[in-house]
């Protein structure tokens, strides 16, 4: 069962999707969201503790979020808690994923164009 039932995005968050999807011409925020939180997870470091506002900003259904996937995404977001030596609960959980969503949308929102289309058309091939 999962501990997860909606990602809250903030009004931040629901903007820089806004501009992601026209920039790369992906219409659905799942699947940009799903970039986000594994270009995050790939960073080496905890993400910064942050206390997010939601109000203005979007949910999305966990399940589909992870495309069906509910079980391999909570997964993930527990090995990253036990790597960075966080005491996995359900609420570490509930946790951890606004925060690497989050960041991964501010890294993706940041790039230029040009290579952001290049870094999602590689990662989409590998």
């Not at 989050?102 to 590689?122: I, P």
Request: charged share 20%; net charge positive; hydrophobic share 40%.
């Amino acid at each position: 069962m999962s501990v997860i039932e909606r990602v809250k995005l903030t009004a931040i968050a629901k903007n820089q999707l806004i501009a992601l999807k026209r920039k790369t011409g992906i219409e659905h925020n799942n699947v940009l969201c799903r970039h986000a939180l594994c270009l995050s997870l790939a960073n080496p470091s905890v993400p910064p503790e942050e206390s997010f506002n939601f109000a203005g900003g979007l949910e999305i259904d966990w399940r589909t979020f992870t495309g069906g996937n509910e079980a391999v995404y909570q997964n993930i977001l527990v090995a990253r808690l036990l790597r960075d030596q966080i005491q996995v609960t359900p609420n570490s959980i509930r946790q951890a994923l606004p925060l690497h969503v989050h960041r991964g949308l501010s890294y993706l929102a940041s790039r230029r164009e040009d290579d952001l289309l290049v870094e999602l058309a590689r990662a989409l091939s590998n």
